[in-house]
């Protein structure tokens, strides 16, 4: 029997929840890989959230308009992947990526007993092959760059930002949790403007109601990649 917490506790001693200390990246597999296999994923709340199902049903009507510009979407750190599929059951065709295993085998018996197909990428966000560069027109956030360490935010911008056509859009709701330390790491409109805007514009921030008691203050973020990327710094692709 796993001597894991309730899946409705936030155990910040995991290691999934750990801080980094030298030579440990919270990106490393065995970590988010334990804590599938222990049942300890707090973070997953079982179905995709209002904001999204918001922005599905804005982009389904746009499509329907005549609109074709989105298509195409990738969602980083998805878990078993209940983003990804609110997305594949509006008909977009969608790759689902997250680092752990079980998280990714689960998430495609999900698919199969929902009747939906997407592709999923098992891979680490920041080492994706090349060939995916420019593939999408749009990334959905959720849960991956509160999980990353701080240090590395500029890298996961970098790696989103590769992904899309310029042009295409980057949208996430992100969480001010409103302590120190992490995963999850506060975020909050600083933070968007400090690491995003080498390589996106920002075209709306809006408060969103919270919608679980496991939820801390959340933001809809809504941003376009730069067709012309200002600087040349570490984040900035077009």
Request: proline share 8%.
């Amino acid at each position: 029997m796993s001597d894991a917490p309730p899946p409705d506790s936030l155990d910040e001693s995991h290691p999934a929840y750990r801080s980094p200390v030298p030579g440990n990246d919270l990106h490393c597999p065995k970590d988010w890989e334990q804590a599938y296999l222990d049942g300890n994923s707090p973070w997953d709340l079982g179905a995709a959230p209002p904001s999204l199902q918001r922005v599905v049903a804005e982009l389904v009507q746009t499509r329907e308009a005549g609109d074709g510009s989105v298509e195409r979407v990738f969602v980083p750190g998805t878990g078993r992947g209940h983003d990804a599929r609110a997305f594949a059951a509006a008909g977009f065709d969608v790759t689902a990526n997250d680092i752990a295993a079980t998280a990714v085998a689960e998430g495609k018996a999900l698919d199969a007993e929902a009747g939906l197909s997407m592709t999923w990428s098992r891979a680490d966000l920041f080492a994706l092959p090349a060939d995916l560069d420019g593939s999408f027109d749009l990334v959905w956030e959720q849960t991956c760059f509160c999980a990353i360490p701080p240090a590395r935010r500029d890298d996961y911008v970098a790696a989103v930002a590769r992904l899309l056509r310029p042009g295409g859009s980057w949208v996430g709701v992100l969480w001010d949790v409103g302590r120190p330390g992490g995963p999850p790491f506060a975020i909050n409109r600083e933070h968007i403007e400090q690491h995003f805007l080498a390589a996106f514009e920002i075209v709306s921030v809006e408060d969103v109601p919270v919608w679980s008691d496991r939820r801390f203050d959340e933001i809809l973020v809504r941003l376009r990649k730069r067709r012309i990327t200002p600087g040349a710094g570490r984040s900035a692709r077009s």
